[in-house]
């Protein structure tokens, strides 16, 4: 699976947009883009994702670059309970391989009031 | 949405004992489960794919006669830690694949483990 990069921290004032910049430049073409995010001592919870079509549900909104090797996860009003850790992961669909993910080391996003 | 129910959520053991977590399915059926590993301010590690009905998949440096873990039903995978160390000591997530669905992966809220 391709290797992605993210800033290790990112702040973001409560009610603005939070933007979280992904790097996936050795991206294949059957590789999707997915998004999960921690929240301290907890486990994982799935966000988005998306294939090469920007993505909107009711958490976030993917933003992918037309040459897929990069993306943006966008929270459109960050709440203070958005405070968490986002793991940005490429890897062939769920179906394919066993479905496992590799996590990275992740973006630690912290809401301010 | 689906639920991954892992038990217990916190367990203090003394050292050279061993200690089982759960991890269950709640409303959908998973052949695969998934084992990570996580130490403070790290990321979650891979440690194994469980799928039932056979023996499990060990990632590279995890040890299997250490970390047992049994698949024995749909919605059930259980990991074992033998003889733990204080070294064990770390959180413990469970992810399950609802085989009937989209493949998605949902993930249990985690098993905290302490060992003296």
């Known amino acids: 699976d391709a290797k992605t990069t993210q800033p290790p921290s990112m702040d973001c004032a409560e009610g603005r947009a939070a933007n979280l910049p992904c790097n996936h430049s050795?991206?294949?073409?059957?590789?999707?883009v997915y998004w999960y995010r921690q929240i301290h001592s907890q486990g994982p919870q799935y966000i988005i994702h998306?294939?090469?079509n920007n993505e909107t549900n009711e958490m976030a909104s993917l933003i992918i670059t037309e040459d897929r090797k990069s993306s943006t996860l966008i929270l459109p009003h960050a709440t203070l309970r958005d405070t968490a850790v986002y793991y940005c992961?490429?890897?062939?669909?769920?179906?394919?391989?066993?479905?496992?993910?590799?996590f990275g080391q992740g973006t630690e996003l912290s809401v301010k009031p | 949405g689906a639920v991954v129910s892992q038990h217990p959520s916190w367990v203090i053991c003394k050292s050279g004992t061993s200690v089982k977590i759960e991890c269950r399915s709640l409303d959908f059926q998973a052949t695969t489960m998934f084992w990570y590993r996580q130490f403070p301010k790290q990321s979650l590690m891979l440690m194994a794919t469980s799928n039932e009905g056979s023996k499990a998949t060990y990632e590279q440096g995890v040890e299997k006669d250490k970390f047992l873990i049994n698949h024995a039903s749909l919605t059930l995978s259980t990991l074992t830690v033998t003889s733990a160390h204080p070294e064990d000591s770390s959180f413990y997530i469970c992810?399950?694949?609802?085989?009937?669905?989209?493949?998605?992966?949902?993930f249990g809220e985690g098993s905290r483990l302490t060992v003296l």
């Open positions: 050795t991206i294949s073409g059957n590789e999707y």
């Open positions: 992961i490429v890897r062939v669909g769920f179906y394919n391989q066993g479905g496992k993910l590799i």
């Open positions: 992810s399950a694949r609802d085989s009937g669905g989209a493949g998605e992966l949902f």
């Open positions: 998306g294939l090469k």
